[in-house]
């Protein structure tokens, strides 16, 4: 199995900066990508970011397109989420989670953390 750690949430201001991060554990050499999740009250949970664990390719959904950007430390088995020109609308609870190469869904999830941003 894989443990998920997520910090760094927060409240912020519109137009701010939070960098959240996601500890991994256990067994994270099966892990072949990590992602950002987010669910905002009242609504369904959404894909924000993925990373490749090896090689380090991303592909970010287009609300955050050019506003988030996400990173991997592959020693300390983390990765990052940095989060520029904050928008209420990113307000929610912030998920990391991995999938295995030969599983096509994500498995493994983190608690989460809560972002809130205030106009």
């Known amino acids: 199995q894989v443990q998920l750690v997520e910090s760094g949430g927060g409240l912020v201001q519109a137009g701010g900066s939070l960098r959240l991060s996601c500890a991994a554990s256990g067994r994270t050499f099966s892990v072949y990508r990590m992602g950002w999740f987010r669910q905002a009250p009242g609504k369904e949970r959404e894909f924000v970011a993925h990373i490749n664990w090896s090689g380090g390719s991303t592909y970010y959904a287009d609300s955050v397109k050019g506003r988030f950007t996400i990173s991997r430390d592959n020693a300390k088995n983390t990765v990052y989420l940095q989060m520029n020109s904050l928008k209420p609308e990113d307000t929610a609870i912030y998920y990391c989670?991995?999938?295995?190469?030969?599983?096509?869904?994500?498995?493994?999830w983190g608690q989460g953390t809560q972002v809130t941003v205030s106009s």
């Open positions: 989670a991995t999938r295995a190469l030969t599983t096509p869904v994500y498995n493994y």
